[in-house]
């Protein structure tokens, strides 16, 4: 089992350049979670997914958007990147039973210029 | 709402002194589950522990000790004869139940992270 994946692991944008953070799970969870890590702020949660074909807001959506299209895979996606978005971004997933236990990612470090 | 408080930013120690992070969490659920994580410098994010909130009992692993207390709404983290190696950000968390009345889907609230260095 591969666990939590994310791609890419790092990247630059420039402002107003777009793209795609992908989060893929072996486990068949059906939750799963985008954070942002900034420092002195610990993480905050930006959108989050209850299973397939569904999405919520969280604390930090502004500037971001999800899909969850296949249940493995939770995409977040940045129309028009802006400095204020650069950050560690950290996906996680957990099963709907069993406590809380989330899996997390390795983090992608994202920097826009 | 929930809310995740570390009060020490940073804390500073020379190797072998015992350290404690503090953390006080506000939830209005009875049903909810804490957490503490260790961030190295290689910048993942290590499990270290859960506690669900039915379970007061203290916990000792290895150095590491947790001191959960309801009445007080902490979570305090010890780390005994610190080491070089537990040099990191250590970040409590909060995460409600999910069903039993929980509407957070699971989701975790973390605290602003303690810096903890240990100095050889």
């Known amino acids: 089992n591969a666990g939590v994946t994310q791609t890419p692991k790092f990247r630059v944008l420039k402002t107003g350049q777009s793209m795609t953070l992908l989060c893929a799970q072996d486990?068949?969870?059906?939750?799963m979670y985008w954070y942002r890590q900034d420092p002195g702020m610990g993480l905050r949660l930006i959108h989050y997914s209850v299973g397939e074909g569904t999405t919520a807001k969280g604390e930090v959506p502004d500037g971001y958007n999800v899909s969850r299209l296949k249940k493995q895979n939770f995409l977040l996606g940045l129309e028009s990147a802006a400095p204020s978005q650069t950050s560690v971004y950290f996906c996680?997933?957990?099963?709907?039973?069993?406590?809380?236990?989330?899996?997390f990612g390795p983090g992608t470090r994202l920097t826009v210029l | 709402a929930q809310k995740v408080t570390q009060a020490q930013t940073e804390i500073s120690v020379v190797e072998k002194e015992d350290v404690t992070l503090d953390c006080v969490y506000e939830?209005?659920?009875?049903?909810?589950?804490l957490f503490w994580y260790k961030q190295p410098p290689s910048g993942e994010l290590v499990f270290l522990i859960r506690?669900?909130?039915?379970?007061?009992q203290n916990e000792i692993s290895g150095r590491y000790s947790w001191n959960f207390q309801k009445s007080t709404s902490s979570f305090n983290f010890t780390i005994t004869a610190s080491q070089v190696v537990d040099s990191a950000v250590y970040f409590c968390?909060?995460?409600?139940?999910?069903?039993?009345?929980?509407?957070?889907?699971?989701?975790?609230?973390f605290g602003q992270g303690t810096i903890l260095t240990v100095h050889p």
């Open positions: 486990m068949n969870h059906e939750y």
């Open positions: 996680a997933s957990r099963a709907t039973s069993g406590g809380a236990w989330q899996y």
């Open positions: 506690r669900n909130s039915f379970d007061e």
């Open positions: 968390a909060l995460s409600e139940a999910v069903g039993a009345g929980g509407t957070s889907y699971g989701k975790l609230t």
């Open positions: 939830t209005r659920d009875t049903t909810y589950y």
